[in-house]
C-alpha cells in the first residue's frame, strides 16, 4: 500500500509550466536509474557468457549492440536533462531523520581547482543548512577521510593532475560508495555518458543555476542515507546470524528452502523433535515471525539455501 502511495502517477495534482518541468525532470532521474540497471543486467550477463565458456557469439553480439543502444539512451537523456535547466531560487534542503538521530547535518564536499567556484559553492550551500568542507585537488580530496553522516561530493570535472572522472574510478577503486555530482565548464555528453554509467547521480554545465545544483545535492544525499541505512540493516541481521550455533545455521539454510522438519531432520540425521527445538530457537535469535520473514532476512544477506561442505 504504500509503494503504490509513493508512486502517484507523476504530474496528477499539479499543474502549469514549472509542474510540467517538474514532470520531465522526475522522469529523466527515473529514466536514468532504469537504464544503470539494464546496463549492469547486461554487463552481467555478459560475463555470465564468458564464464560459461561456450559458443557465444550470437548472444554476445546481440548484449553488445544493446549495450550500444543504452549509451545511445544515455546520451538522450544527458541532452534531455540539460534542456530542462532552469533558472528558480533556492529552497532550503529538510533535515534528514537519520540525521535526527545521530544528531549530525549532512556534509557536501567541494572538489574544485577554482577558488572562486570553492568560495561561492560553500556560501550557497551553508545558507541552505549544510555543512561544508572545500578542496583544491582530487588528492586532497582522497587524504580525507569521510564522516559518519550522509554526505556527497560536488566534483568538477576538469582539474590539473587528477580530474574529476579519474578520481570518480580511484573512489570505486576503493570501494568508496559516495554519491558525485559533476559540474563542468565544458559540457560534453560522452564525458556526461561516462560519469552518468559511472554511477553519478548528476552532470551539470555551468553556469548552472542554485536550484539545480541543490536539487542534485538532495537527491545524492537521500541516496546516500538509503545505503548507509541500508548498510546499518544488513548489519543488524548478520549480527542475529552470529549468535546461530553451527547446527542451528545448518537447519536455518534448511528451513528456508522450505522442506519439512522431518525432511530436516532426515538430512541432518536427528530427531525430529530435536529439529523442532533447534528451529524454534533459530526464529527467536533471527527475531523472525514466519518463516516467510526468516527467508527475508536470510536474503537480504546472501544467503538462499544449504551451503555445506561436499563430502
Known sequence: ??????????????????????????????????LAAVRRD????????????????AAGG?????????????????????SLLRRTEPQTIPQREGDEMNGSRPMVFVVDDSPSVRRALS??????GLQVEVFGSARQFLDHPLPDVSCCVVLDVRMPRM?????????????SDVPI???????DIDMAVRAMKDGAVDFLPKPFN???LIDAINRALDKDQARREEQAGIAEIQARLDRLTPRERQVMELVITGILNKQIASELGTGEKTIKVH??????????????????????????????PEE
Open 1 to 34: 500500500m504504500q509503494g503504490r502511495e509513493a508512486r502517484k502517477p507523476l504530474g496528477s495534482q499539479i499543474d502549469g509550466d514549472t509542474a510540467r518541468e517538474t514532470v520531465m525532470r522526475e522522469l529523466v532521474h527515473r529514466l536514468a536509474g532504469s
Open 42 to 57: 547486461l554487463l552481467q550477463s555478459r560475463e555470465c557468457l564468458v564464464a560459461g565458456r561456450s559458443d557465444h557469439g
Open 62 to 82: 546481440a548484449i553488445d549492440r544493446a549495450l550500444a543502444e543504452n549509451d545511445a539512451a544515455y546520451a538522450a537523456l544527458v541532452r534531455l536533462r540539460w
Open 123 to 128: 556560501r550557497l550551500l551553508q545558507s541552505v
Open 163 to 175: 580530474s574529476g572522472l579519474d578520481l570518480q574510478q580511484e573512489l570505486a577503486a576503493r570501494g
Open 181 to 187: 555530482v559533476f559540474i563542468t565548464g565544458h559540457g
Open 210 to 212: 542554485d536550484q539545480d
Open 279 to 308: 528451529r524454534s530457537r533459530v526464529m527467536e535469535k533471527m527475531e523472525a515471525r514466519s518463516v516467510a520473514e526468516l527467508v527475508k532476512l536470510a536474503a537480504r544477506v546472501g544467503i538462499e539455501g544449504p551451503s555445506f
